[in-house]
T-cell receptor, first 115, second 114 residues
């Protein structure tokens, strides 16, 4: 039981390059989330997927796209990376029955640097 | 709209001393409340949660938190801090029907002096 896994762990991109961050969970959770963490700003929600087949914008969606590939997997894509997207990215999942808040389980994070 | 405030950005305590980290939330109905800990370079780990019932909740690693509706607070406490408790702590609030989303505070960094 691996919980939430993320790949890659580290990535350096040049401005304008694209990449996809992968996330998978093996807890059969309904909901999945992508956050970014910047110093002094806590965690900010980028996109979320309340259930398989649905995705919605969070607090800071600009410059990102997501795909909920199946119940297990939720990917985050940067189409044209910008230095402002330098951050640590966390994927999380939760059971969230009927949309009720339950504990979220986090992956180990991806440290992304855009030069 | 929900919001969470952690008034202390950085706290330093001596090993063996007691600890209290403050968390205030804004939410119209009964909130679902969480405390997470993040060690350097790691993801977030759940310490404890409050959904309903007893307002004093126990968590892992000897932590506890008390929900005080009148003060809109959910402060985290530990009677005796260990050096390994040095980390960043996040308070979060969720709602009954909001796609499971949580709103996180900005975090409090705990430093432990030997």
């Amino acid at each position: 039981n691996a919980g939430v896994t993320q790949t890659p762990k580290f990535q350096v991109l040049k401005t304008g390059q694209s990449m996809t961050l992968q996330c998978a969970q093996d807890m059969n959770h309904n909901s999945m989330y992508w956050y970014r963490q910047d110093p002094g700003m806590g965690l900010r929600l980028i996109y979320y997927s309340a259930s398989e087949g649905t995705t919605d914008k969070g607090e800071v969606p600009n410059g990102y796209n997501v795909s909920r590939l199946n119940k297990r997997e939720f990917s985050l894509r940067l189409e044209s990376a910008a230095p402002s997207q330098t951050s640590v990215y966390f994927c999380a999942s939760s059971e969230a029955p009927s949309g009720r808040a339950t504990e979220q389980y986090f992956g180990p994070g991806t440290r992304l640097t855009v030069t | 709209a929900q919001s969470v405030t952690q008034p202390d950005i950085h706290i330093t305590v001596s090993e063996g001393a007691s600890l209290e980290l403050r968390c205030n939330y804004s939410y119209g109905a009964t909130p679902y409340l969480f405390w997470y800990v993040q060690s350097p370079g790691q993801g977030l780990q759940l310490l404890l949660k409050y959904f309903s019932g007893d307002t004093l909740v126990q968590g892992i690693k000897g932590f506890e938190a008390e929900f005080k509706r009148s003060q809109s607070s959910f402060n985290l406490r530990k009677p005796s801090v260990h050096w390994s408790d040095a980390a960043e702590y996040f308070c979060a609030v969720g709602a009954r029907r909001n796609s499971g989303k949580l709103i996180f505070g900005q975090g409090t960094t705990l430093q432990v002096k030997p």
